[in-house]
């Protein structure tokens, strides 16, 4: 089993600034890609952006030059720094992440979600 755990969302004025977090745990034996996607209310979840494991990144237009996704592979989390944030930002943020875990001698490679995290920005 693996679970992603996200924090770090909120209430933010339009203009600010909100860091999310997911840690990965469990029977991992490494990650691949880790990303953030999100769902407005009404709307379809969409890619925000994703990291590979050696630290290549790809983002949505919507969110380039405000948006940075990074991560630590030795503690197997995922960061969204999130700044100059838009009423239309407003969100429940899903964390993903590949991950190929270990089970005694298989290696499945498993497509792992967070349980969300709301961000909501107010204009």
């Known amino acids: 089993q693996v679970q992603l755990v996200e924090s770090g969302g909120g209430l933010v004025q339009a203009g600010g600034s909100l860091r999310l977090s997911c840690a990965a745990s469990?029977?991992?034996?490494?990650?691949?890609?880790m990303g953030w996607y999100r769902q407005a209310p009404g709307k379809q979840r969409e890619l925000v952006a994703v990291i590979t494991n050696g630290g290549t990144t790809n983002a949505a237009d919507s969110v380039k030059g405000r948006f940075t996704i990074s991560r630590d592979n030795a503690k197997n989390t995922v960061y969204l720094q999130m700044n100059s944030l838009k009423p239309e930002d407003t969100a429940v943020y899903y964390c993903?992440?590949?991950?190929?875990?270990?089970?005694?001698?298989?290696?499945?490679?498993?497509?792992?979600w967070g349980q969300g995290t709301l961000v909501t920005v107010s204009s």
């Open positions: 993903n992440a590949e991950v190929v875990s270990r089970s005694g001698y298989y290696f499945p490679t498993l497509e792992v």
């Open positions: 469990g029977s991992i034996f490494s990650i691949n890609a």
